[in-house]
């Protein structure tokens, strides 16, 4: 006799999935050249900073 499908199982079947994603499927997906520091090339580290743009004008006083 098999179970019937209720809101019970469906839920437990989308959380177990949710848990798997999020839990299980990045570690399965991560890359294991990352893992090991001595072989892999340093990675390079962008810095940037914001700067403001002389020409830009408020267009009124109480706009922000």
Known sequence: ???PHTRKTFLAKVL????F???IAPRLLANPAS???SD???AVKA???VKTDPRSVAR????V
Not at 16 to 19: K, M, P, Q, T, V
Not at 60 to 63: I, K, M, S, T
């Open 40 to 42: 892999s090339a340093p």
């Open 60 to 63: 009124a006083d109480d706009v």
């Open 35 to 37: 893992a090991s520091g």
């Open 21 to 23: 994603t999020g839990l």
């Open 47 to 49: 810095s940037f900073s």
């Open 16 to 19: 177990g999935a949710l848990a």
């Open 1 to 3: 006799m098999s179970q």
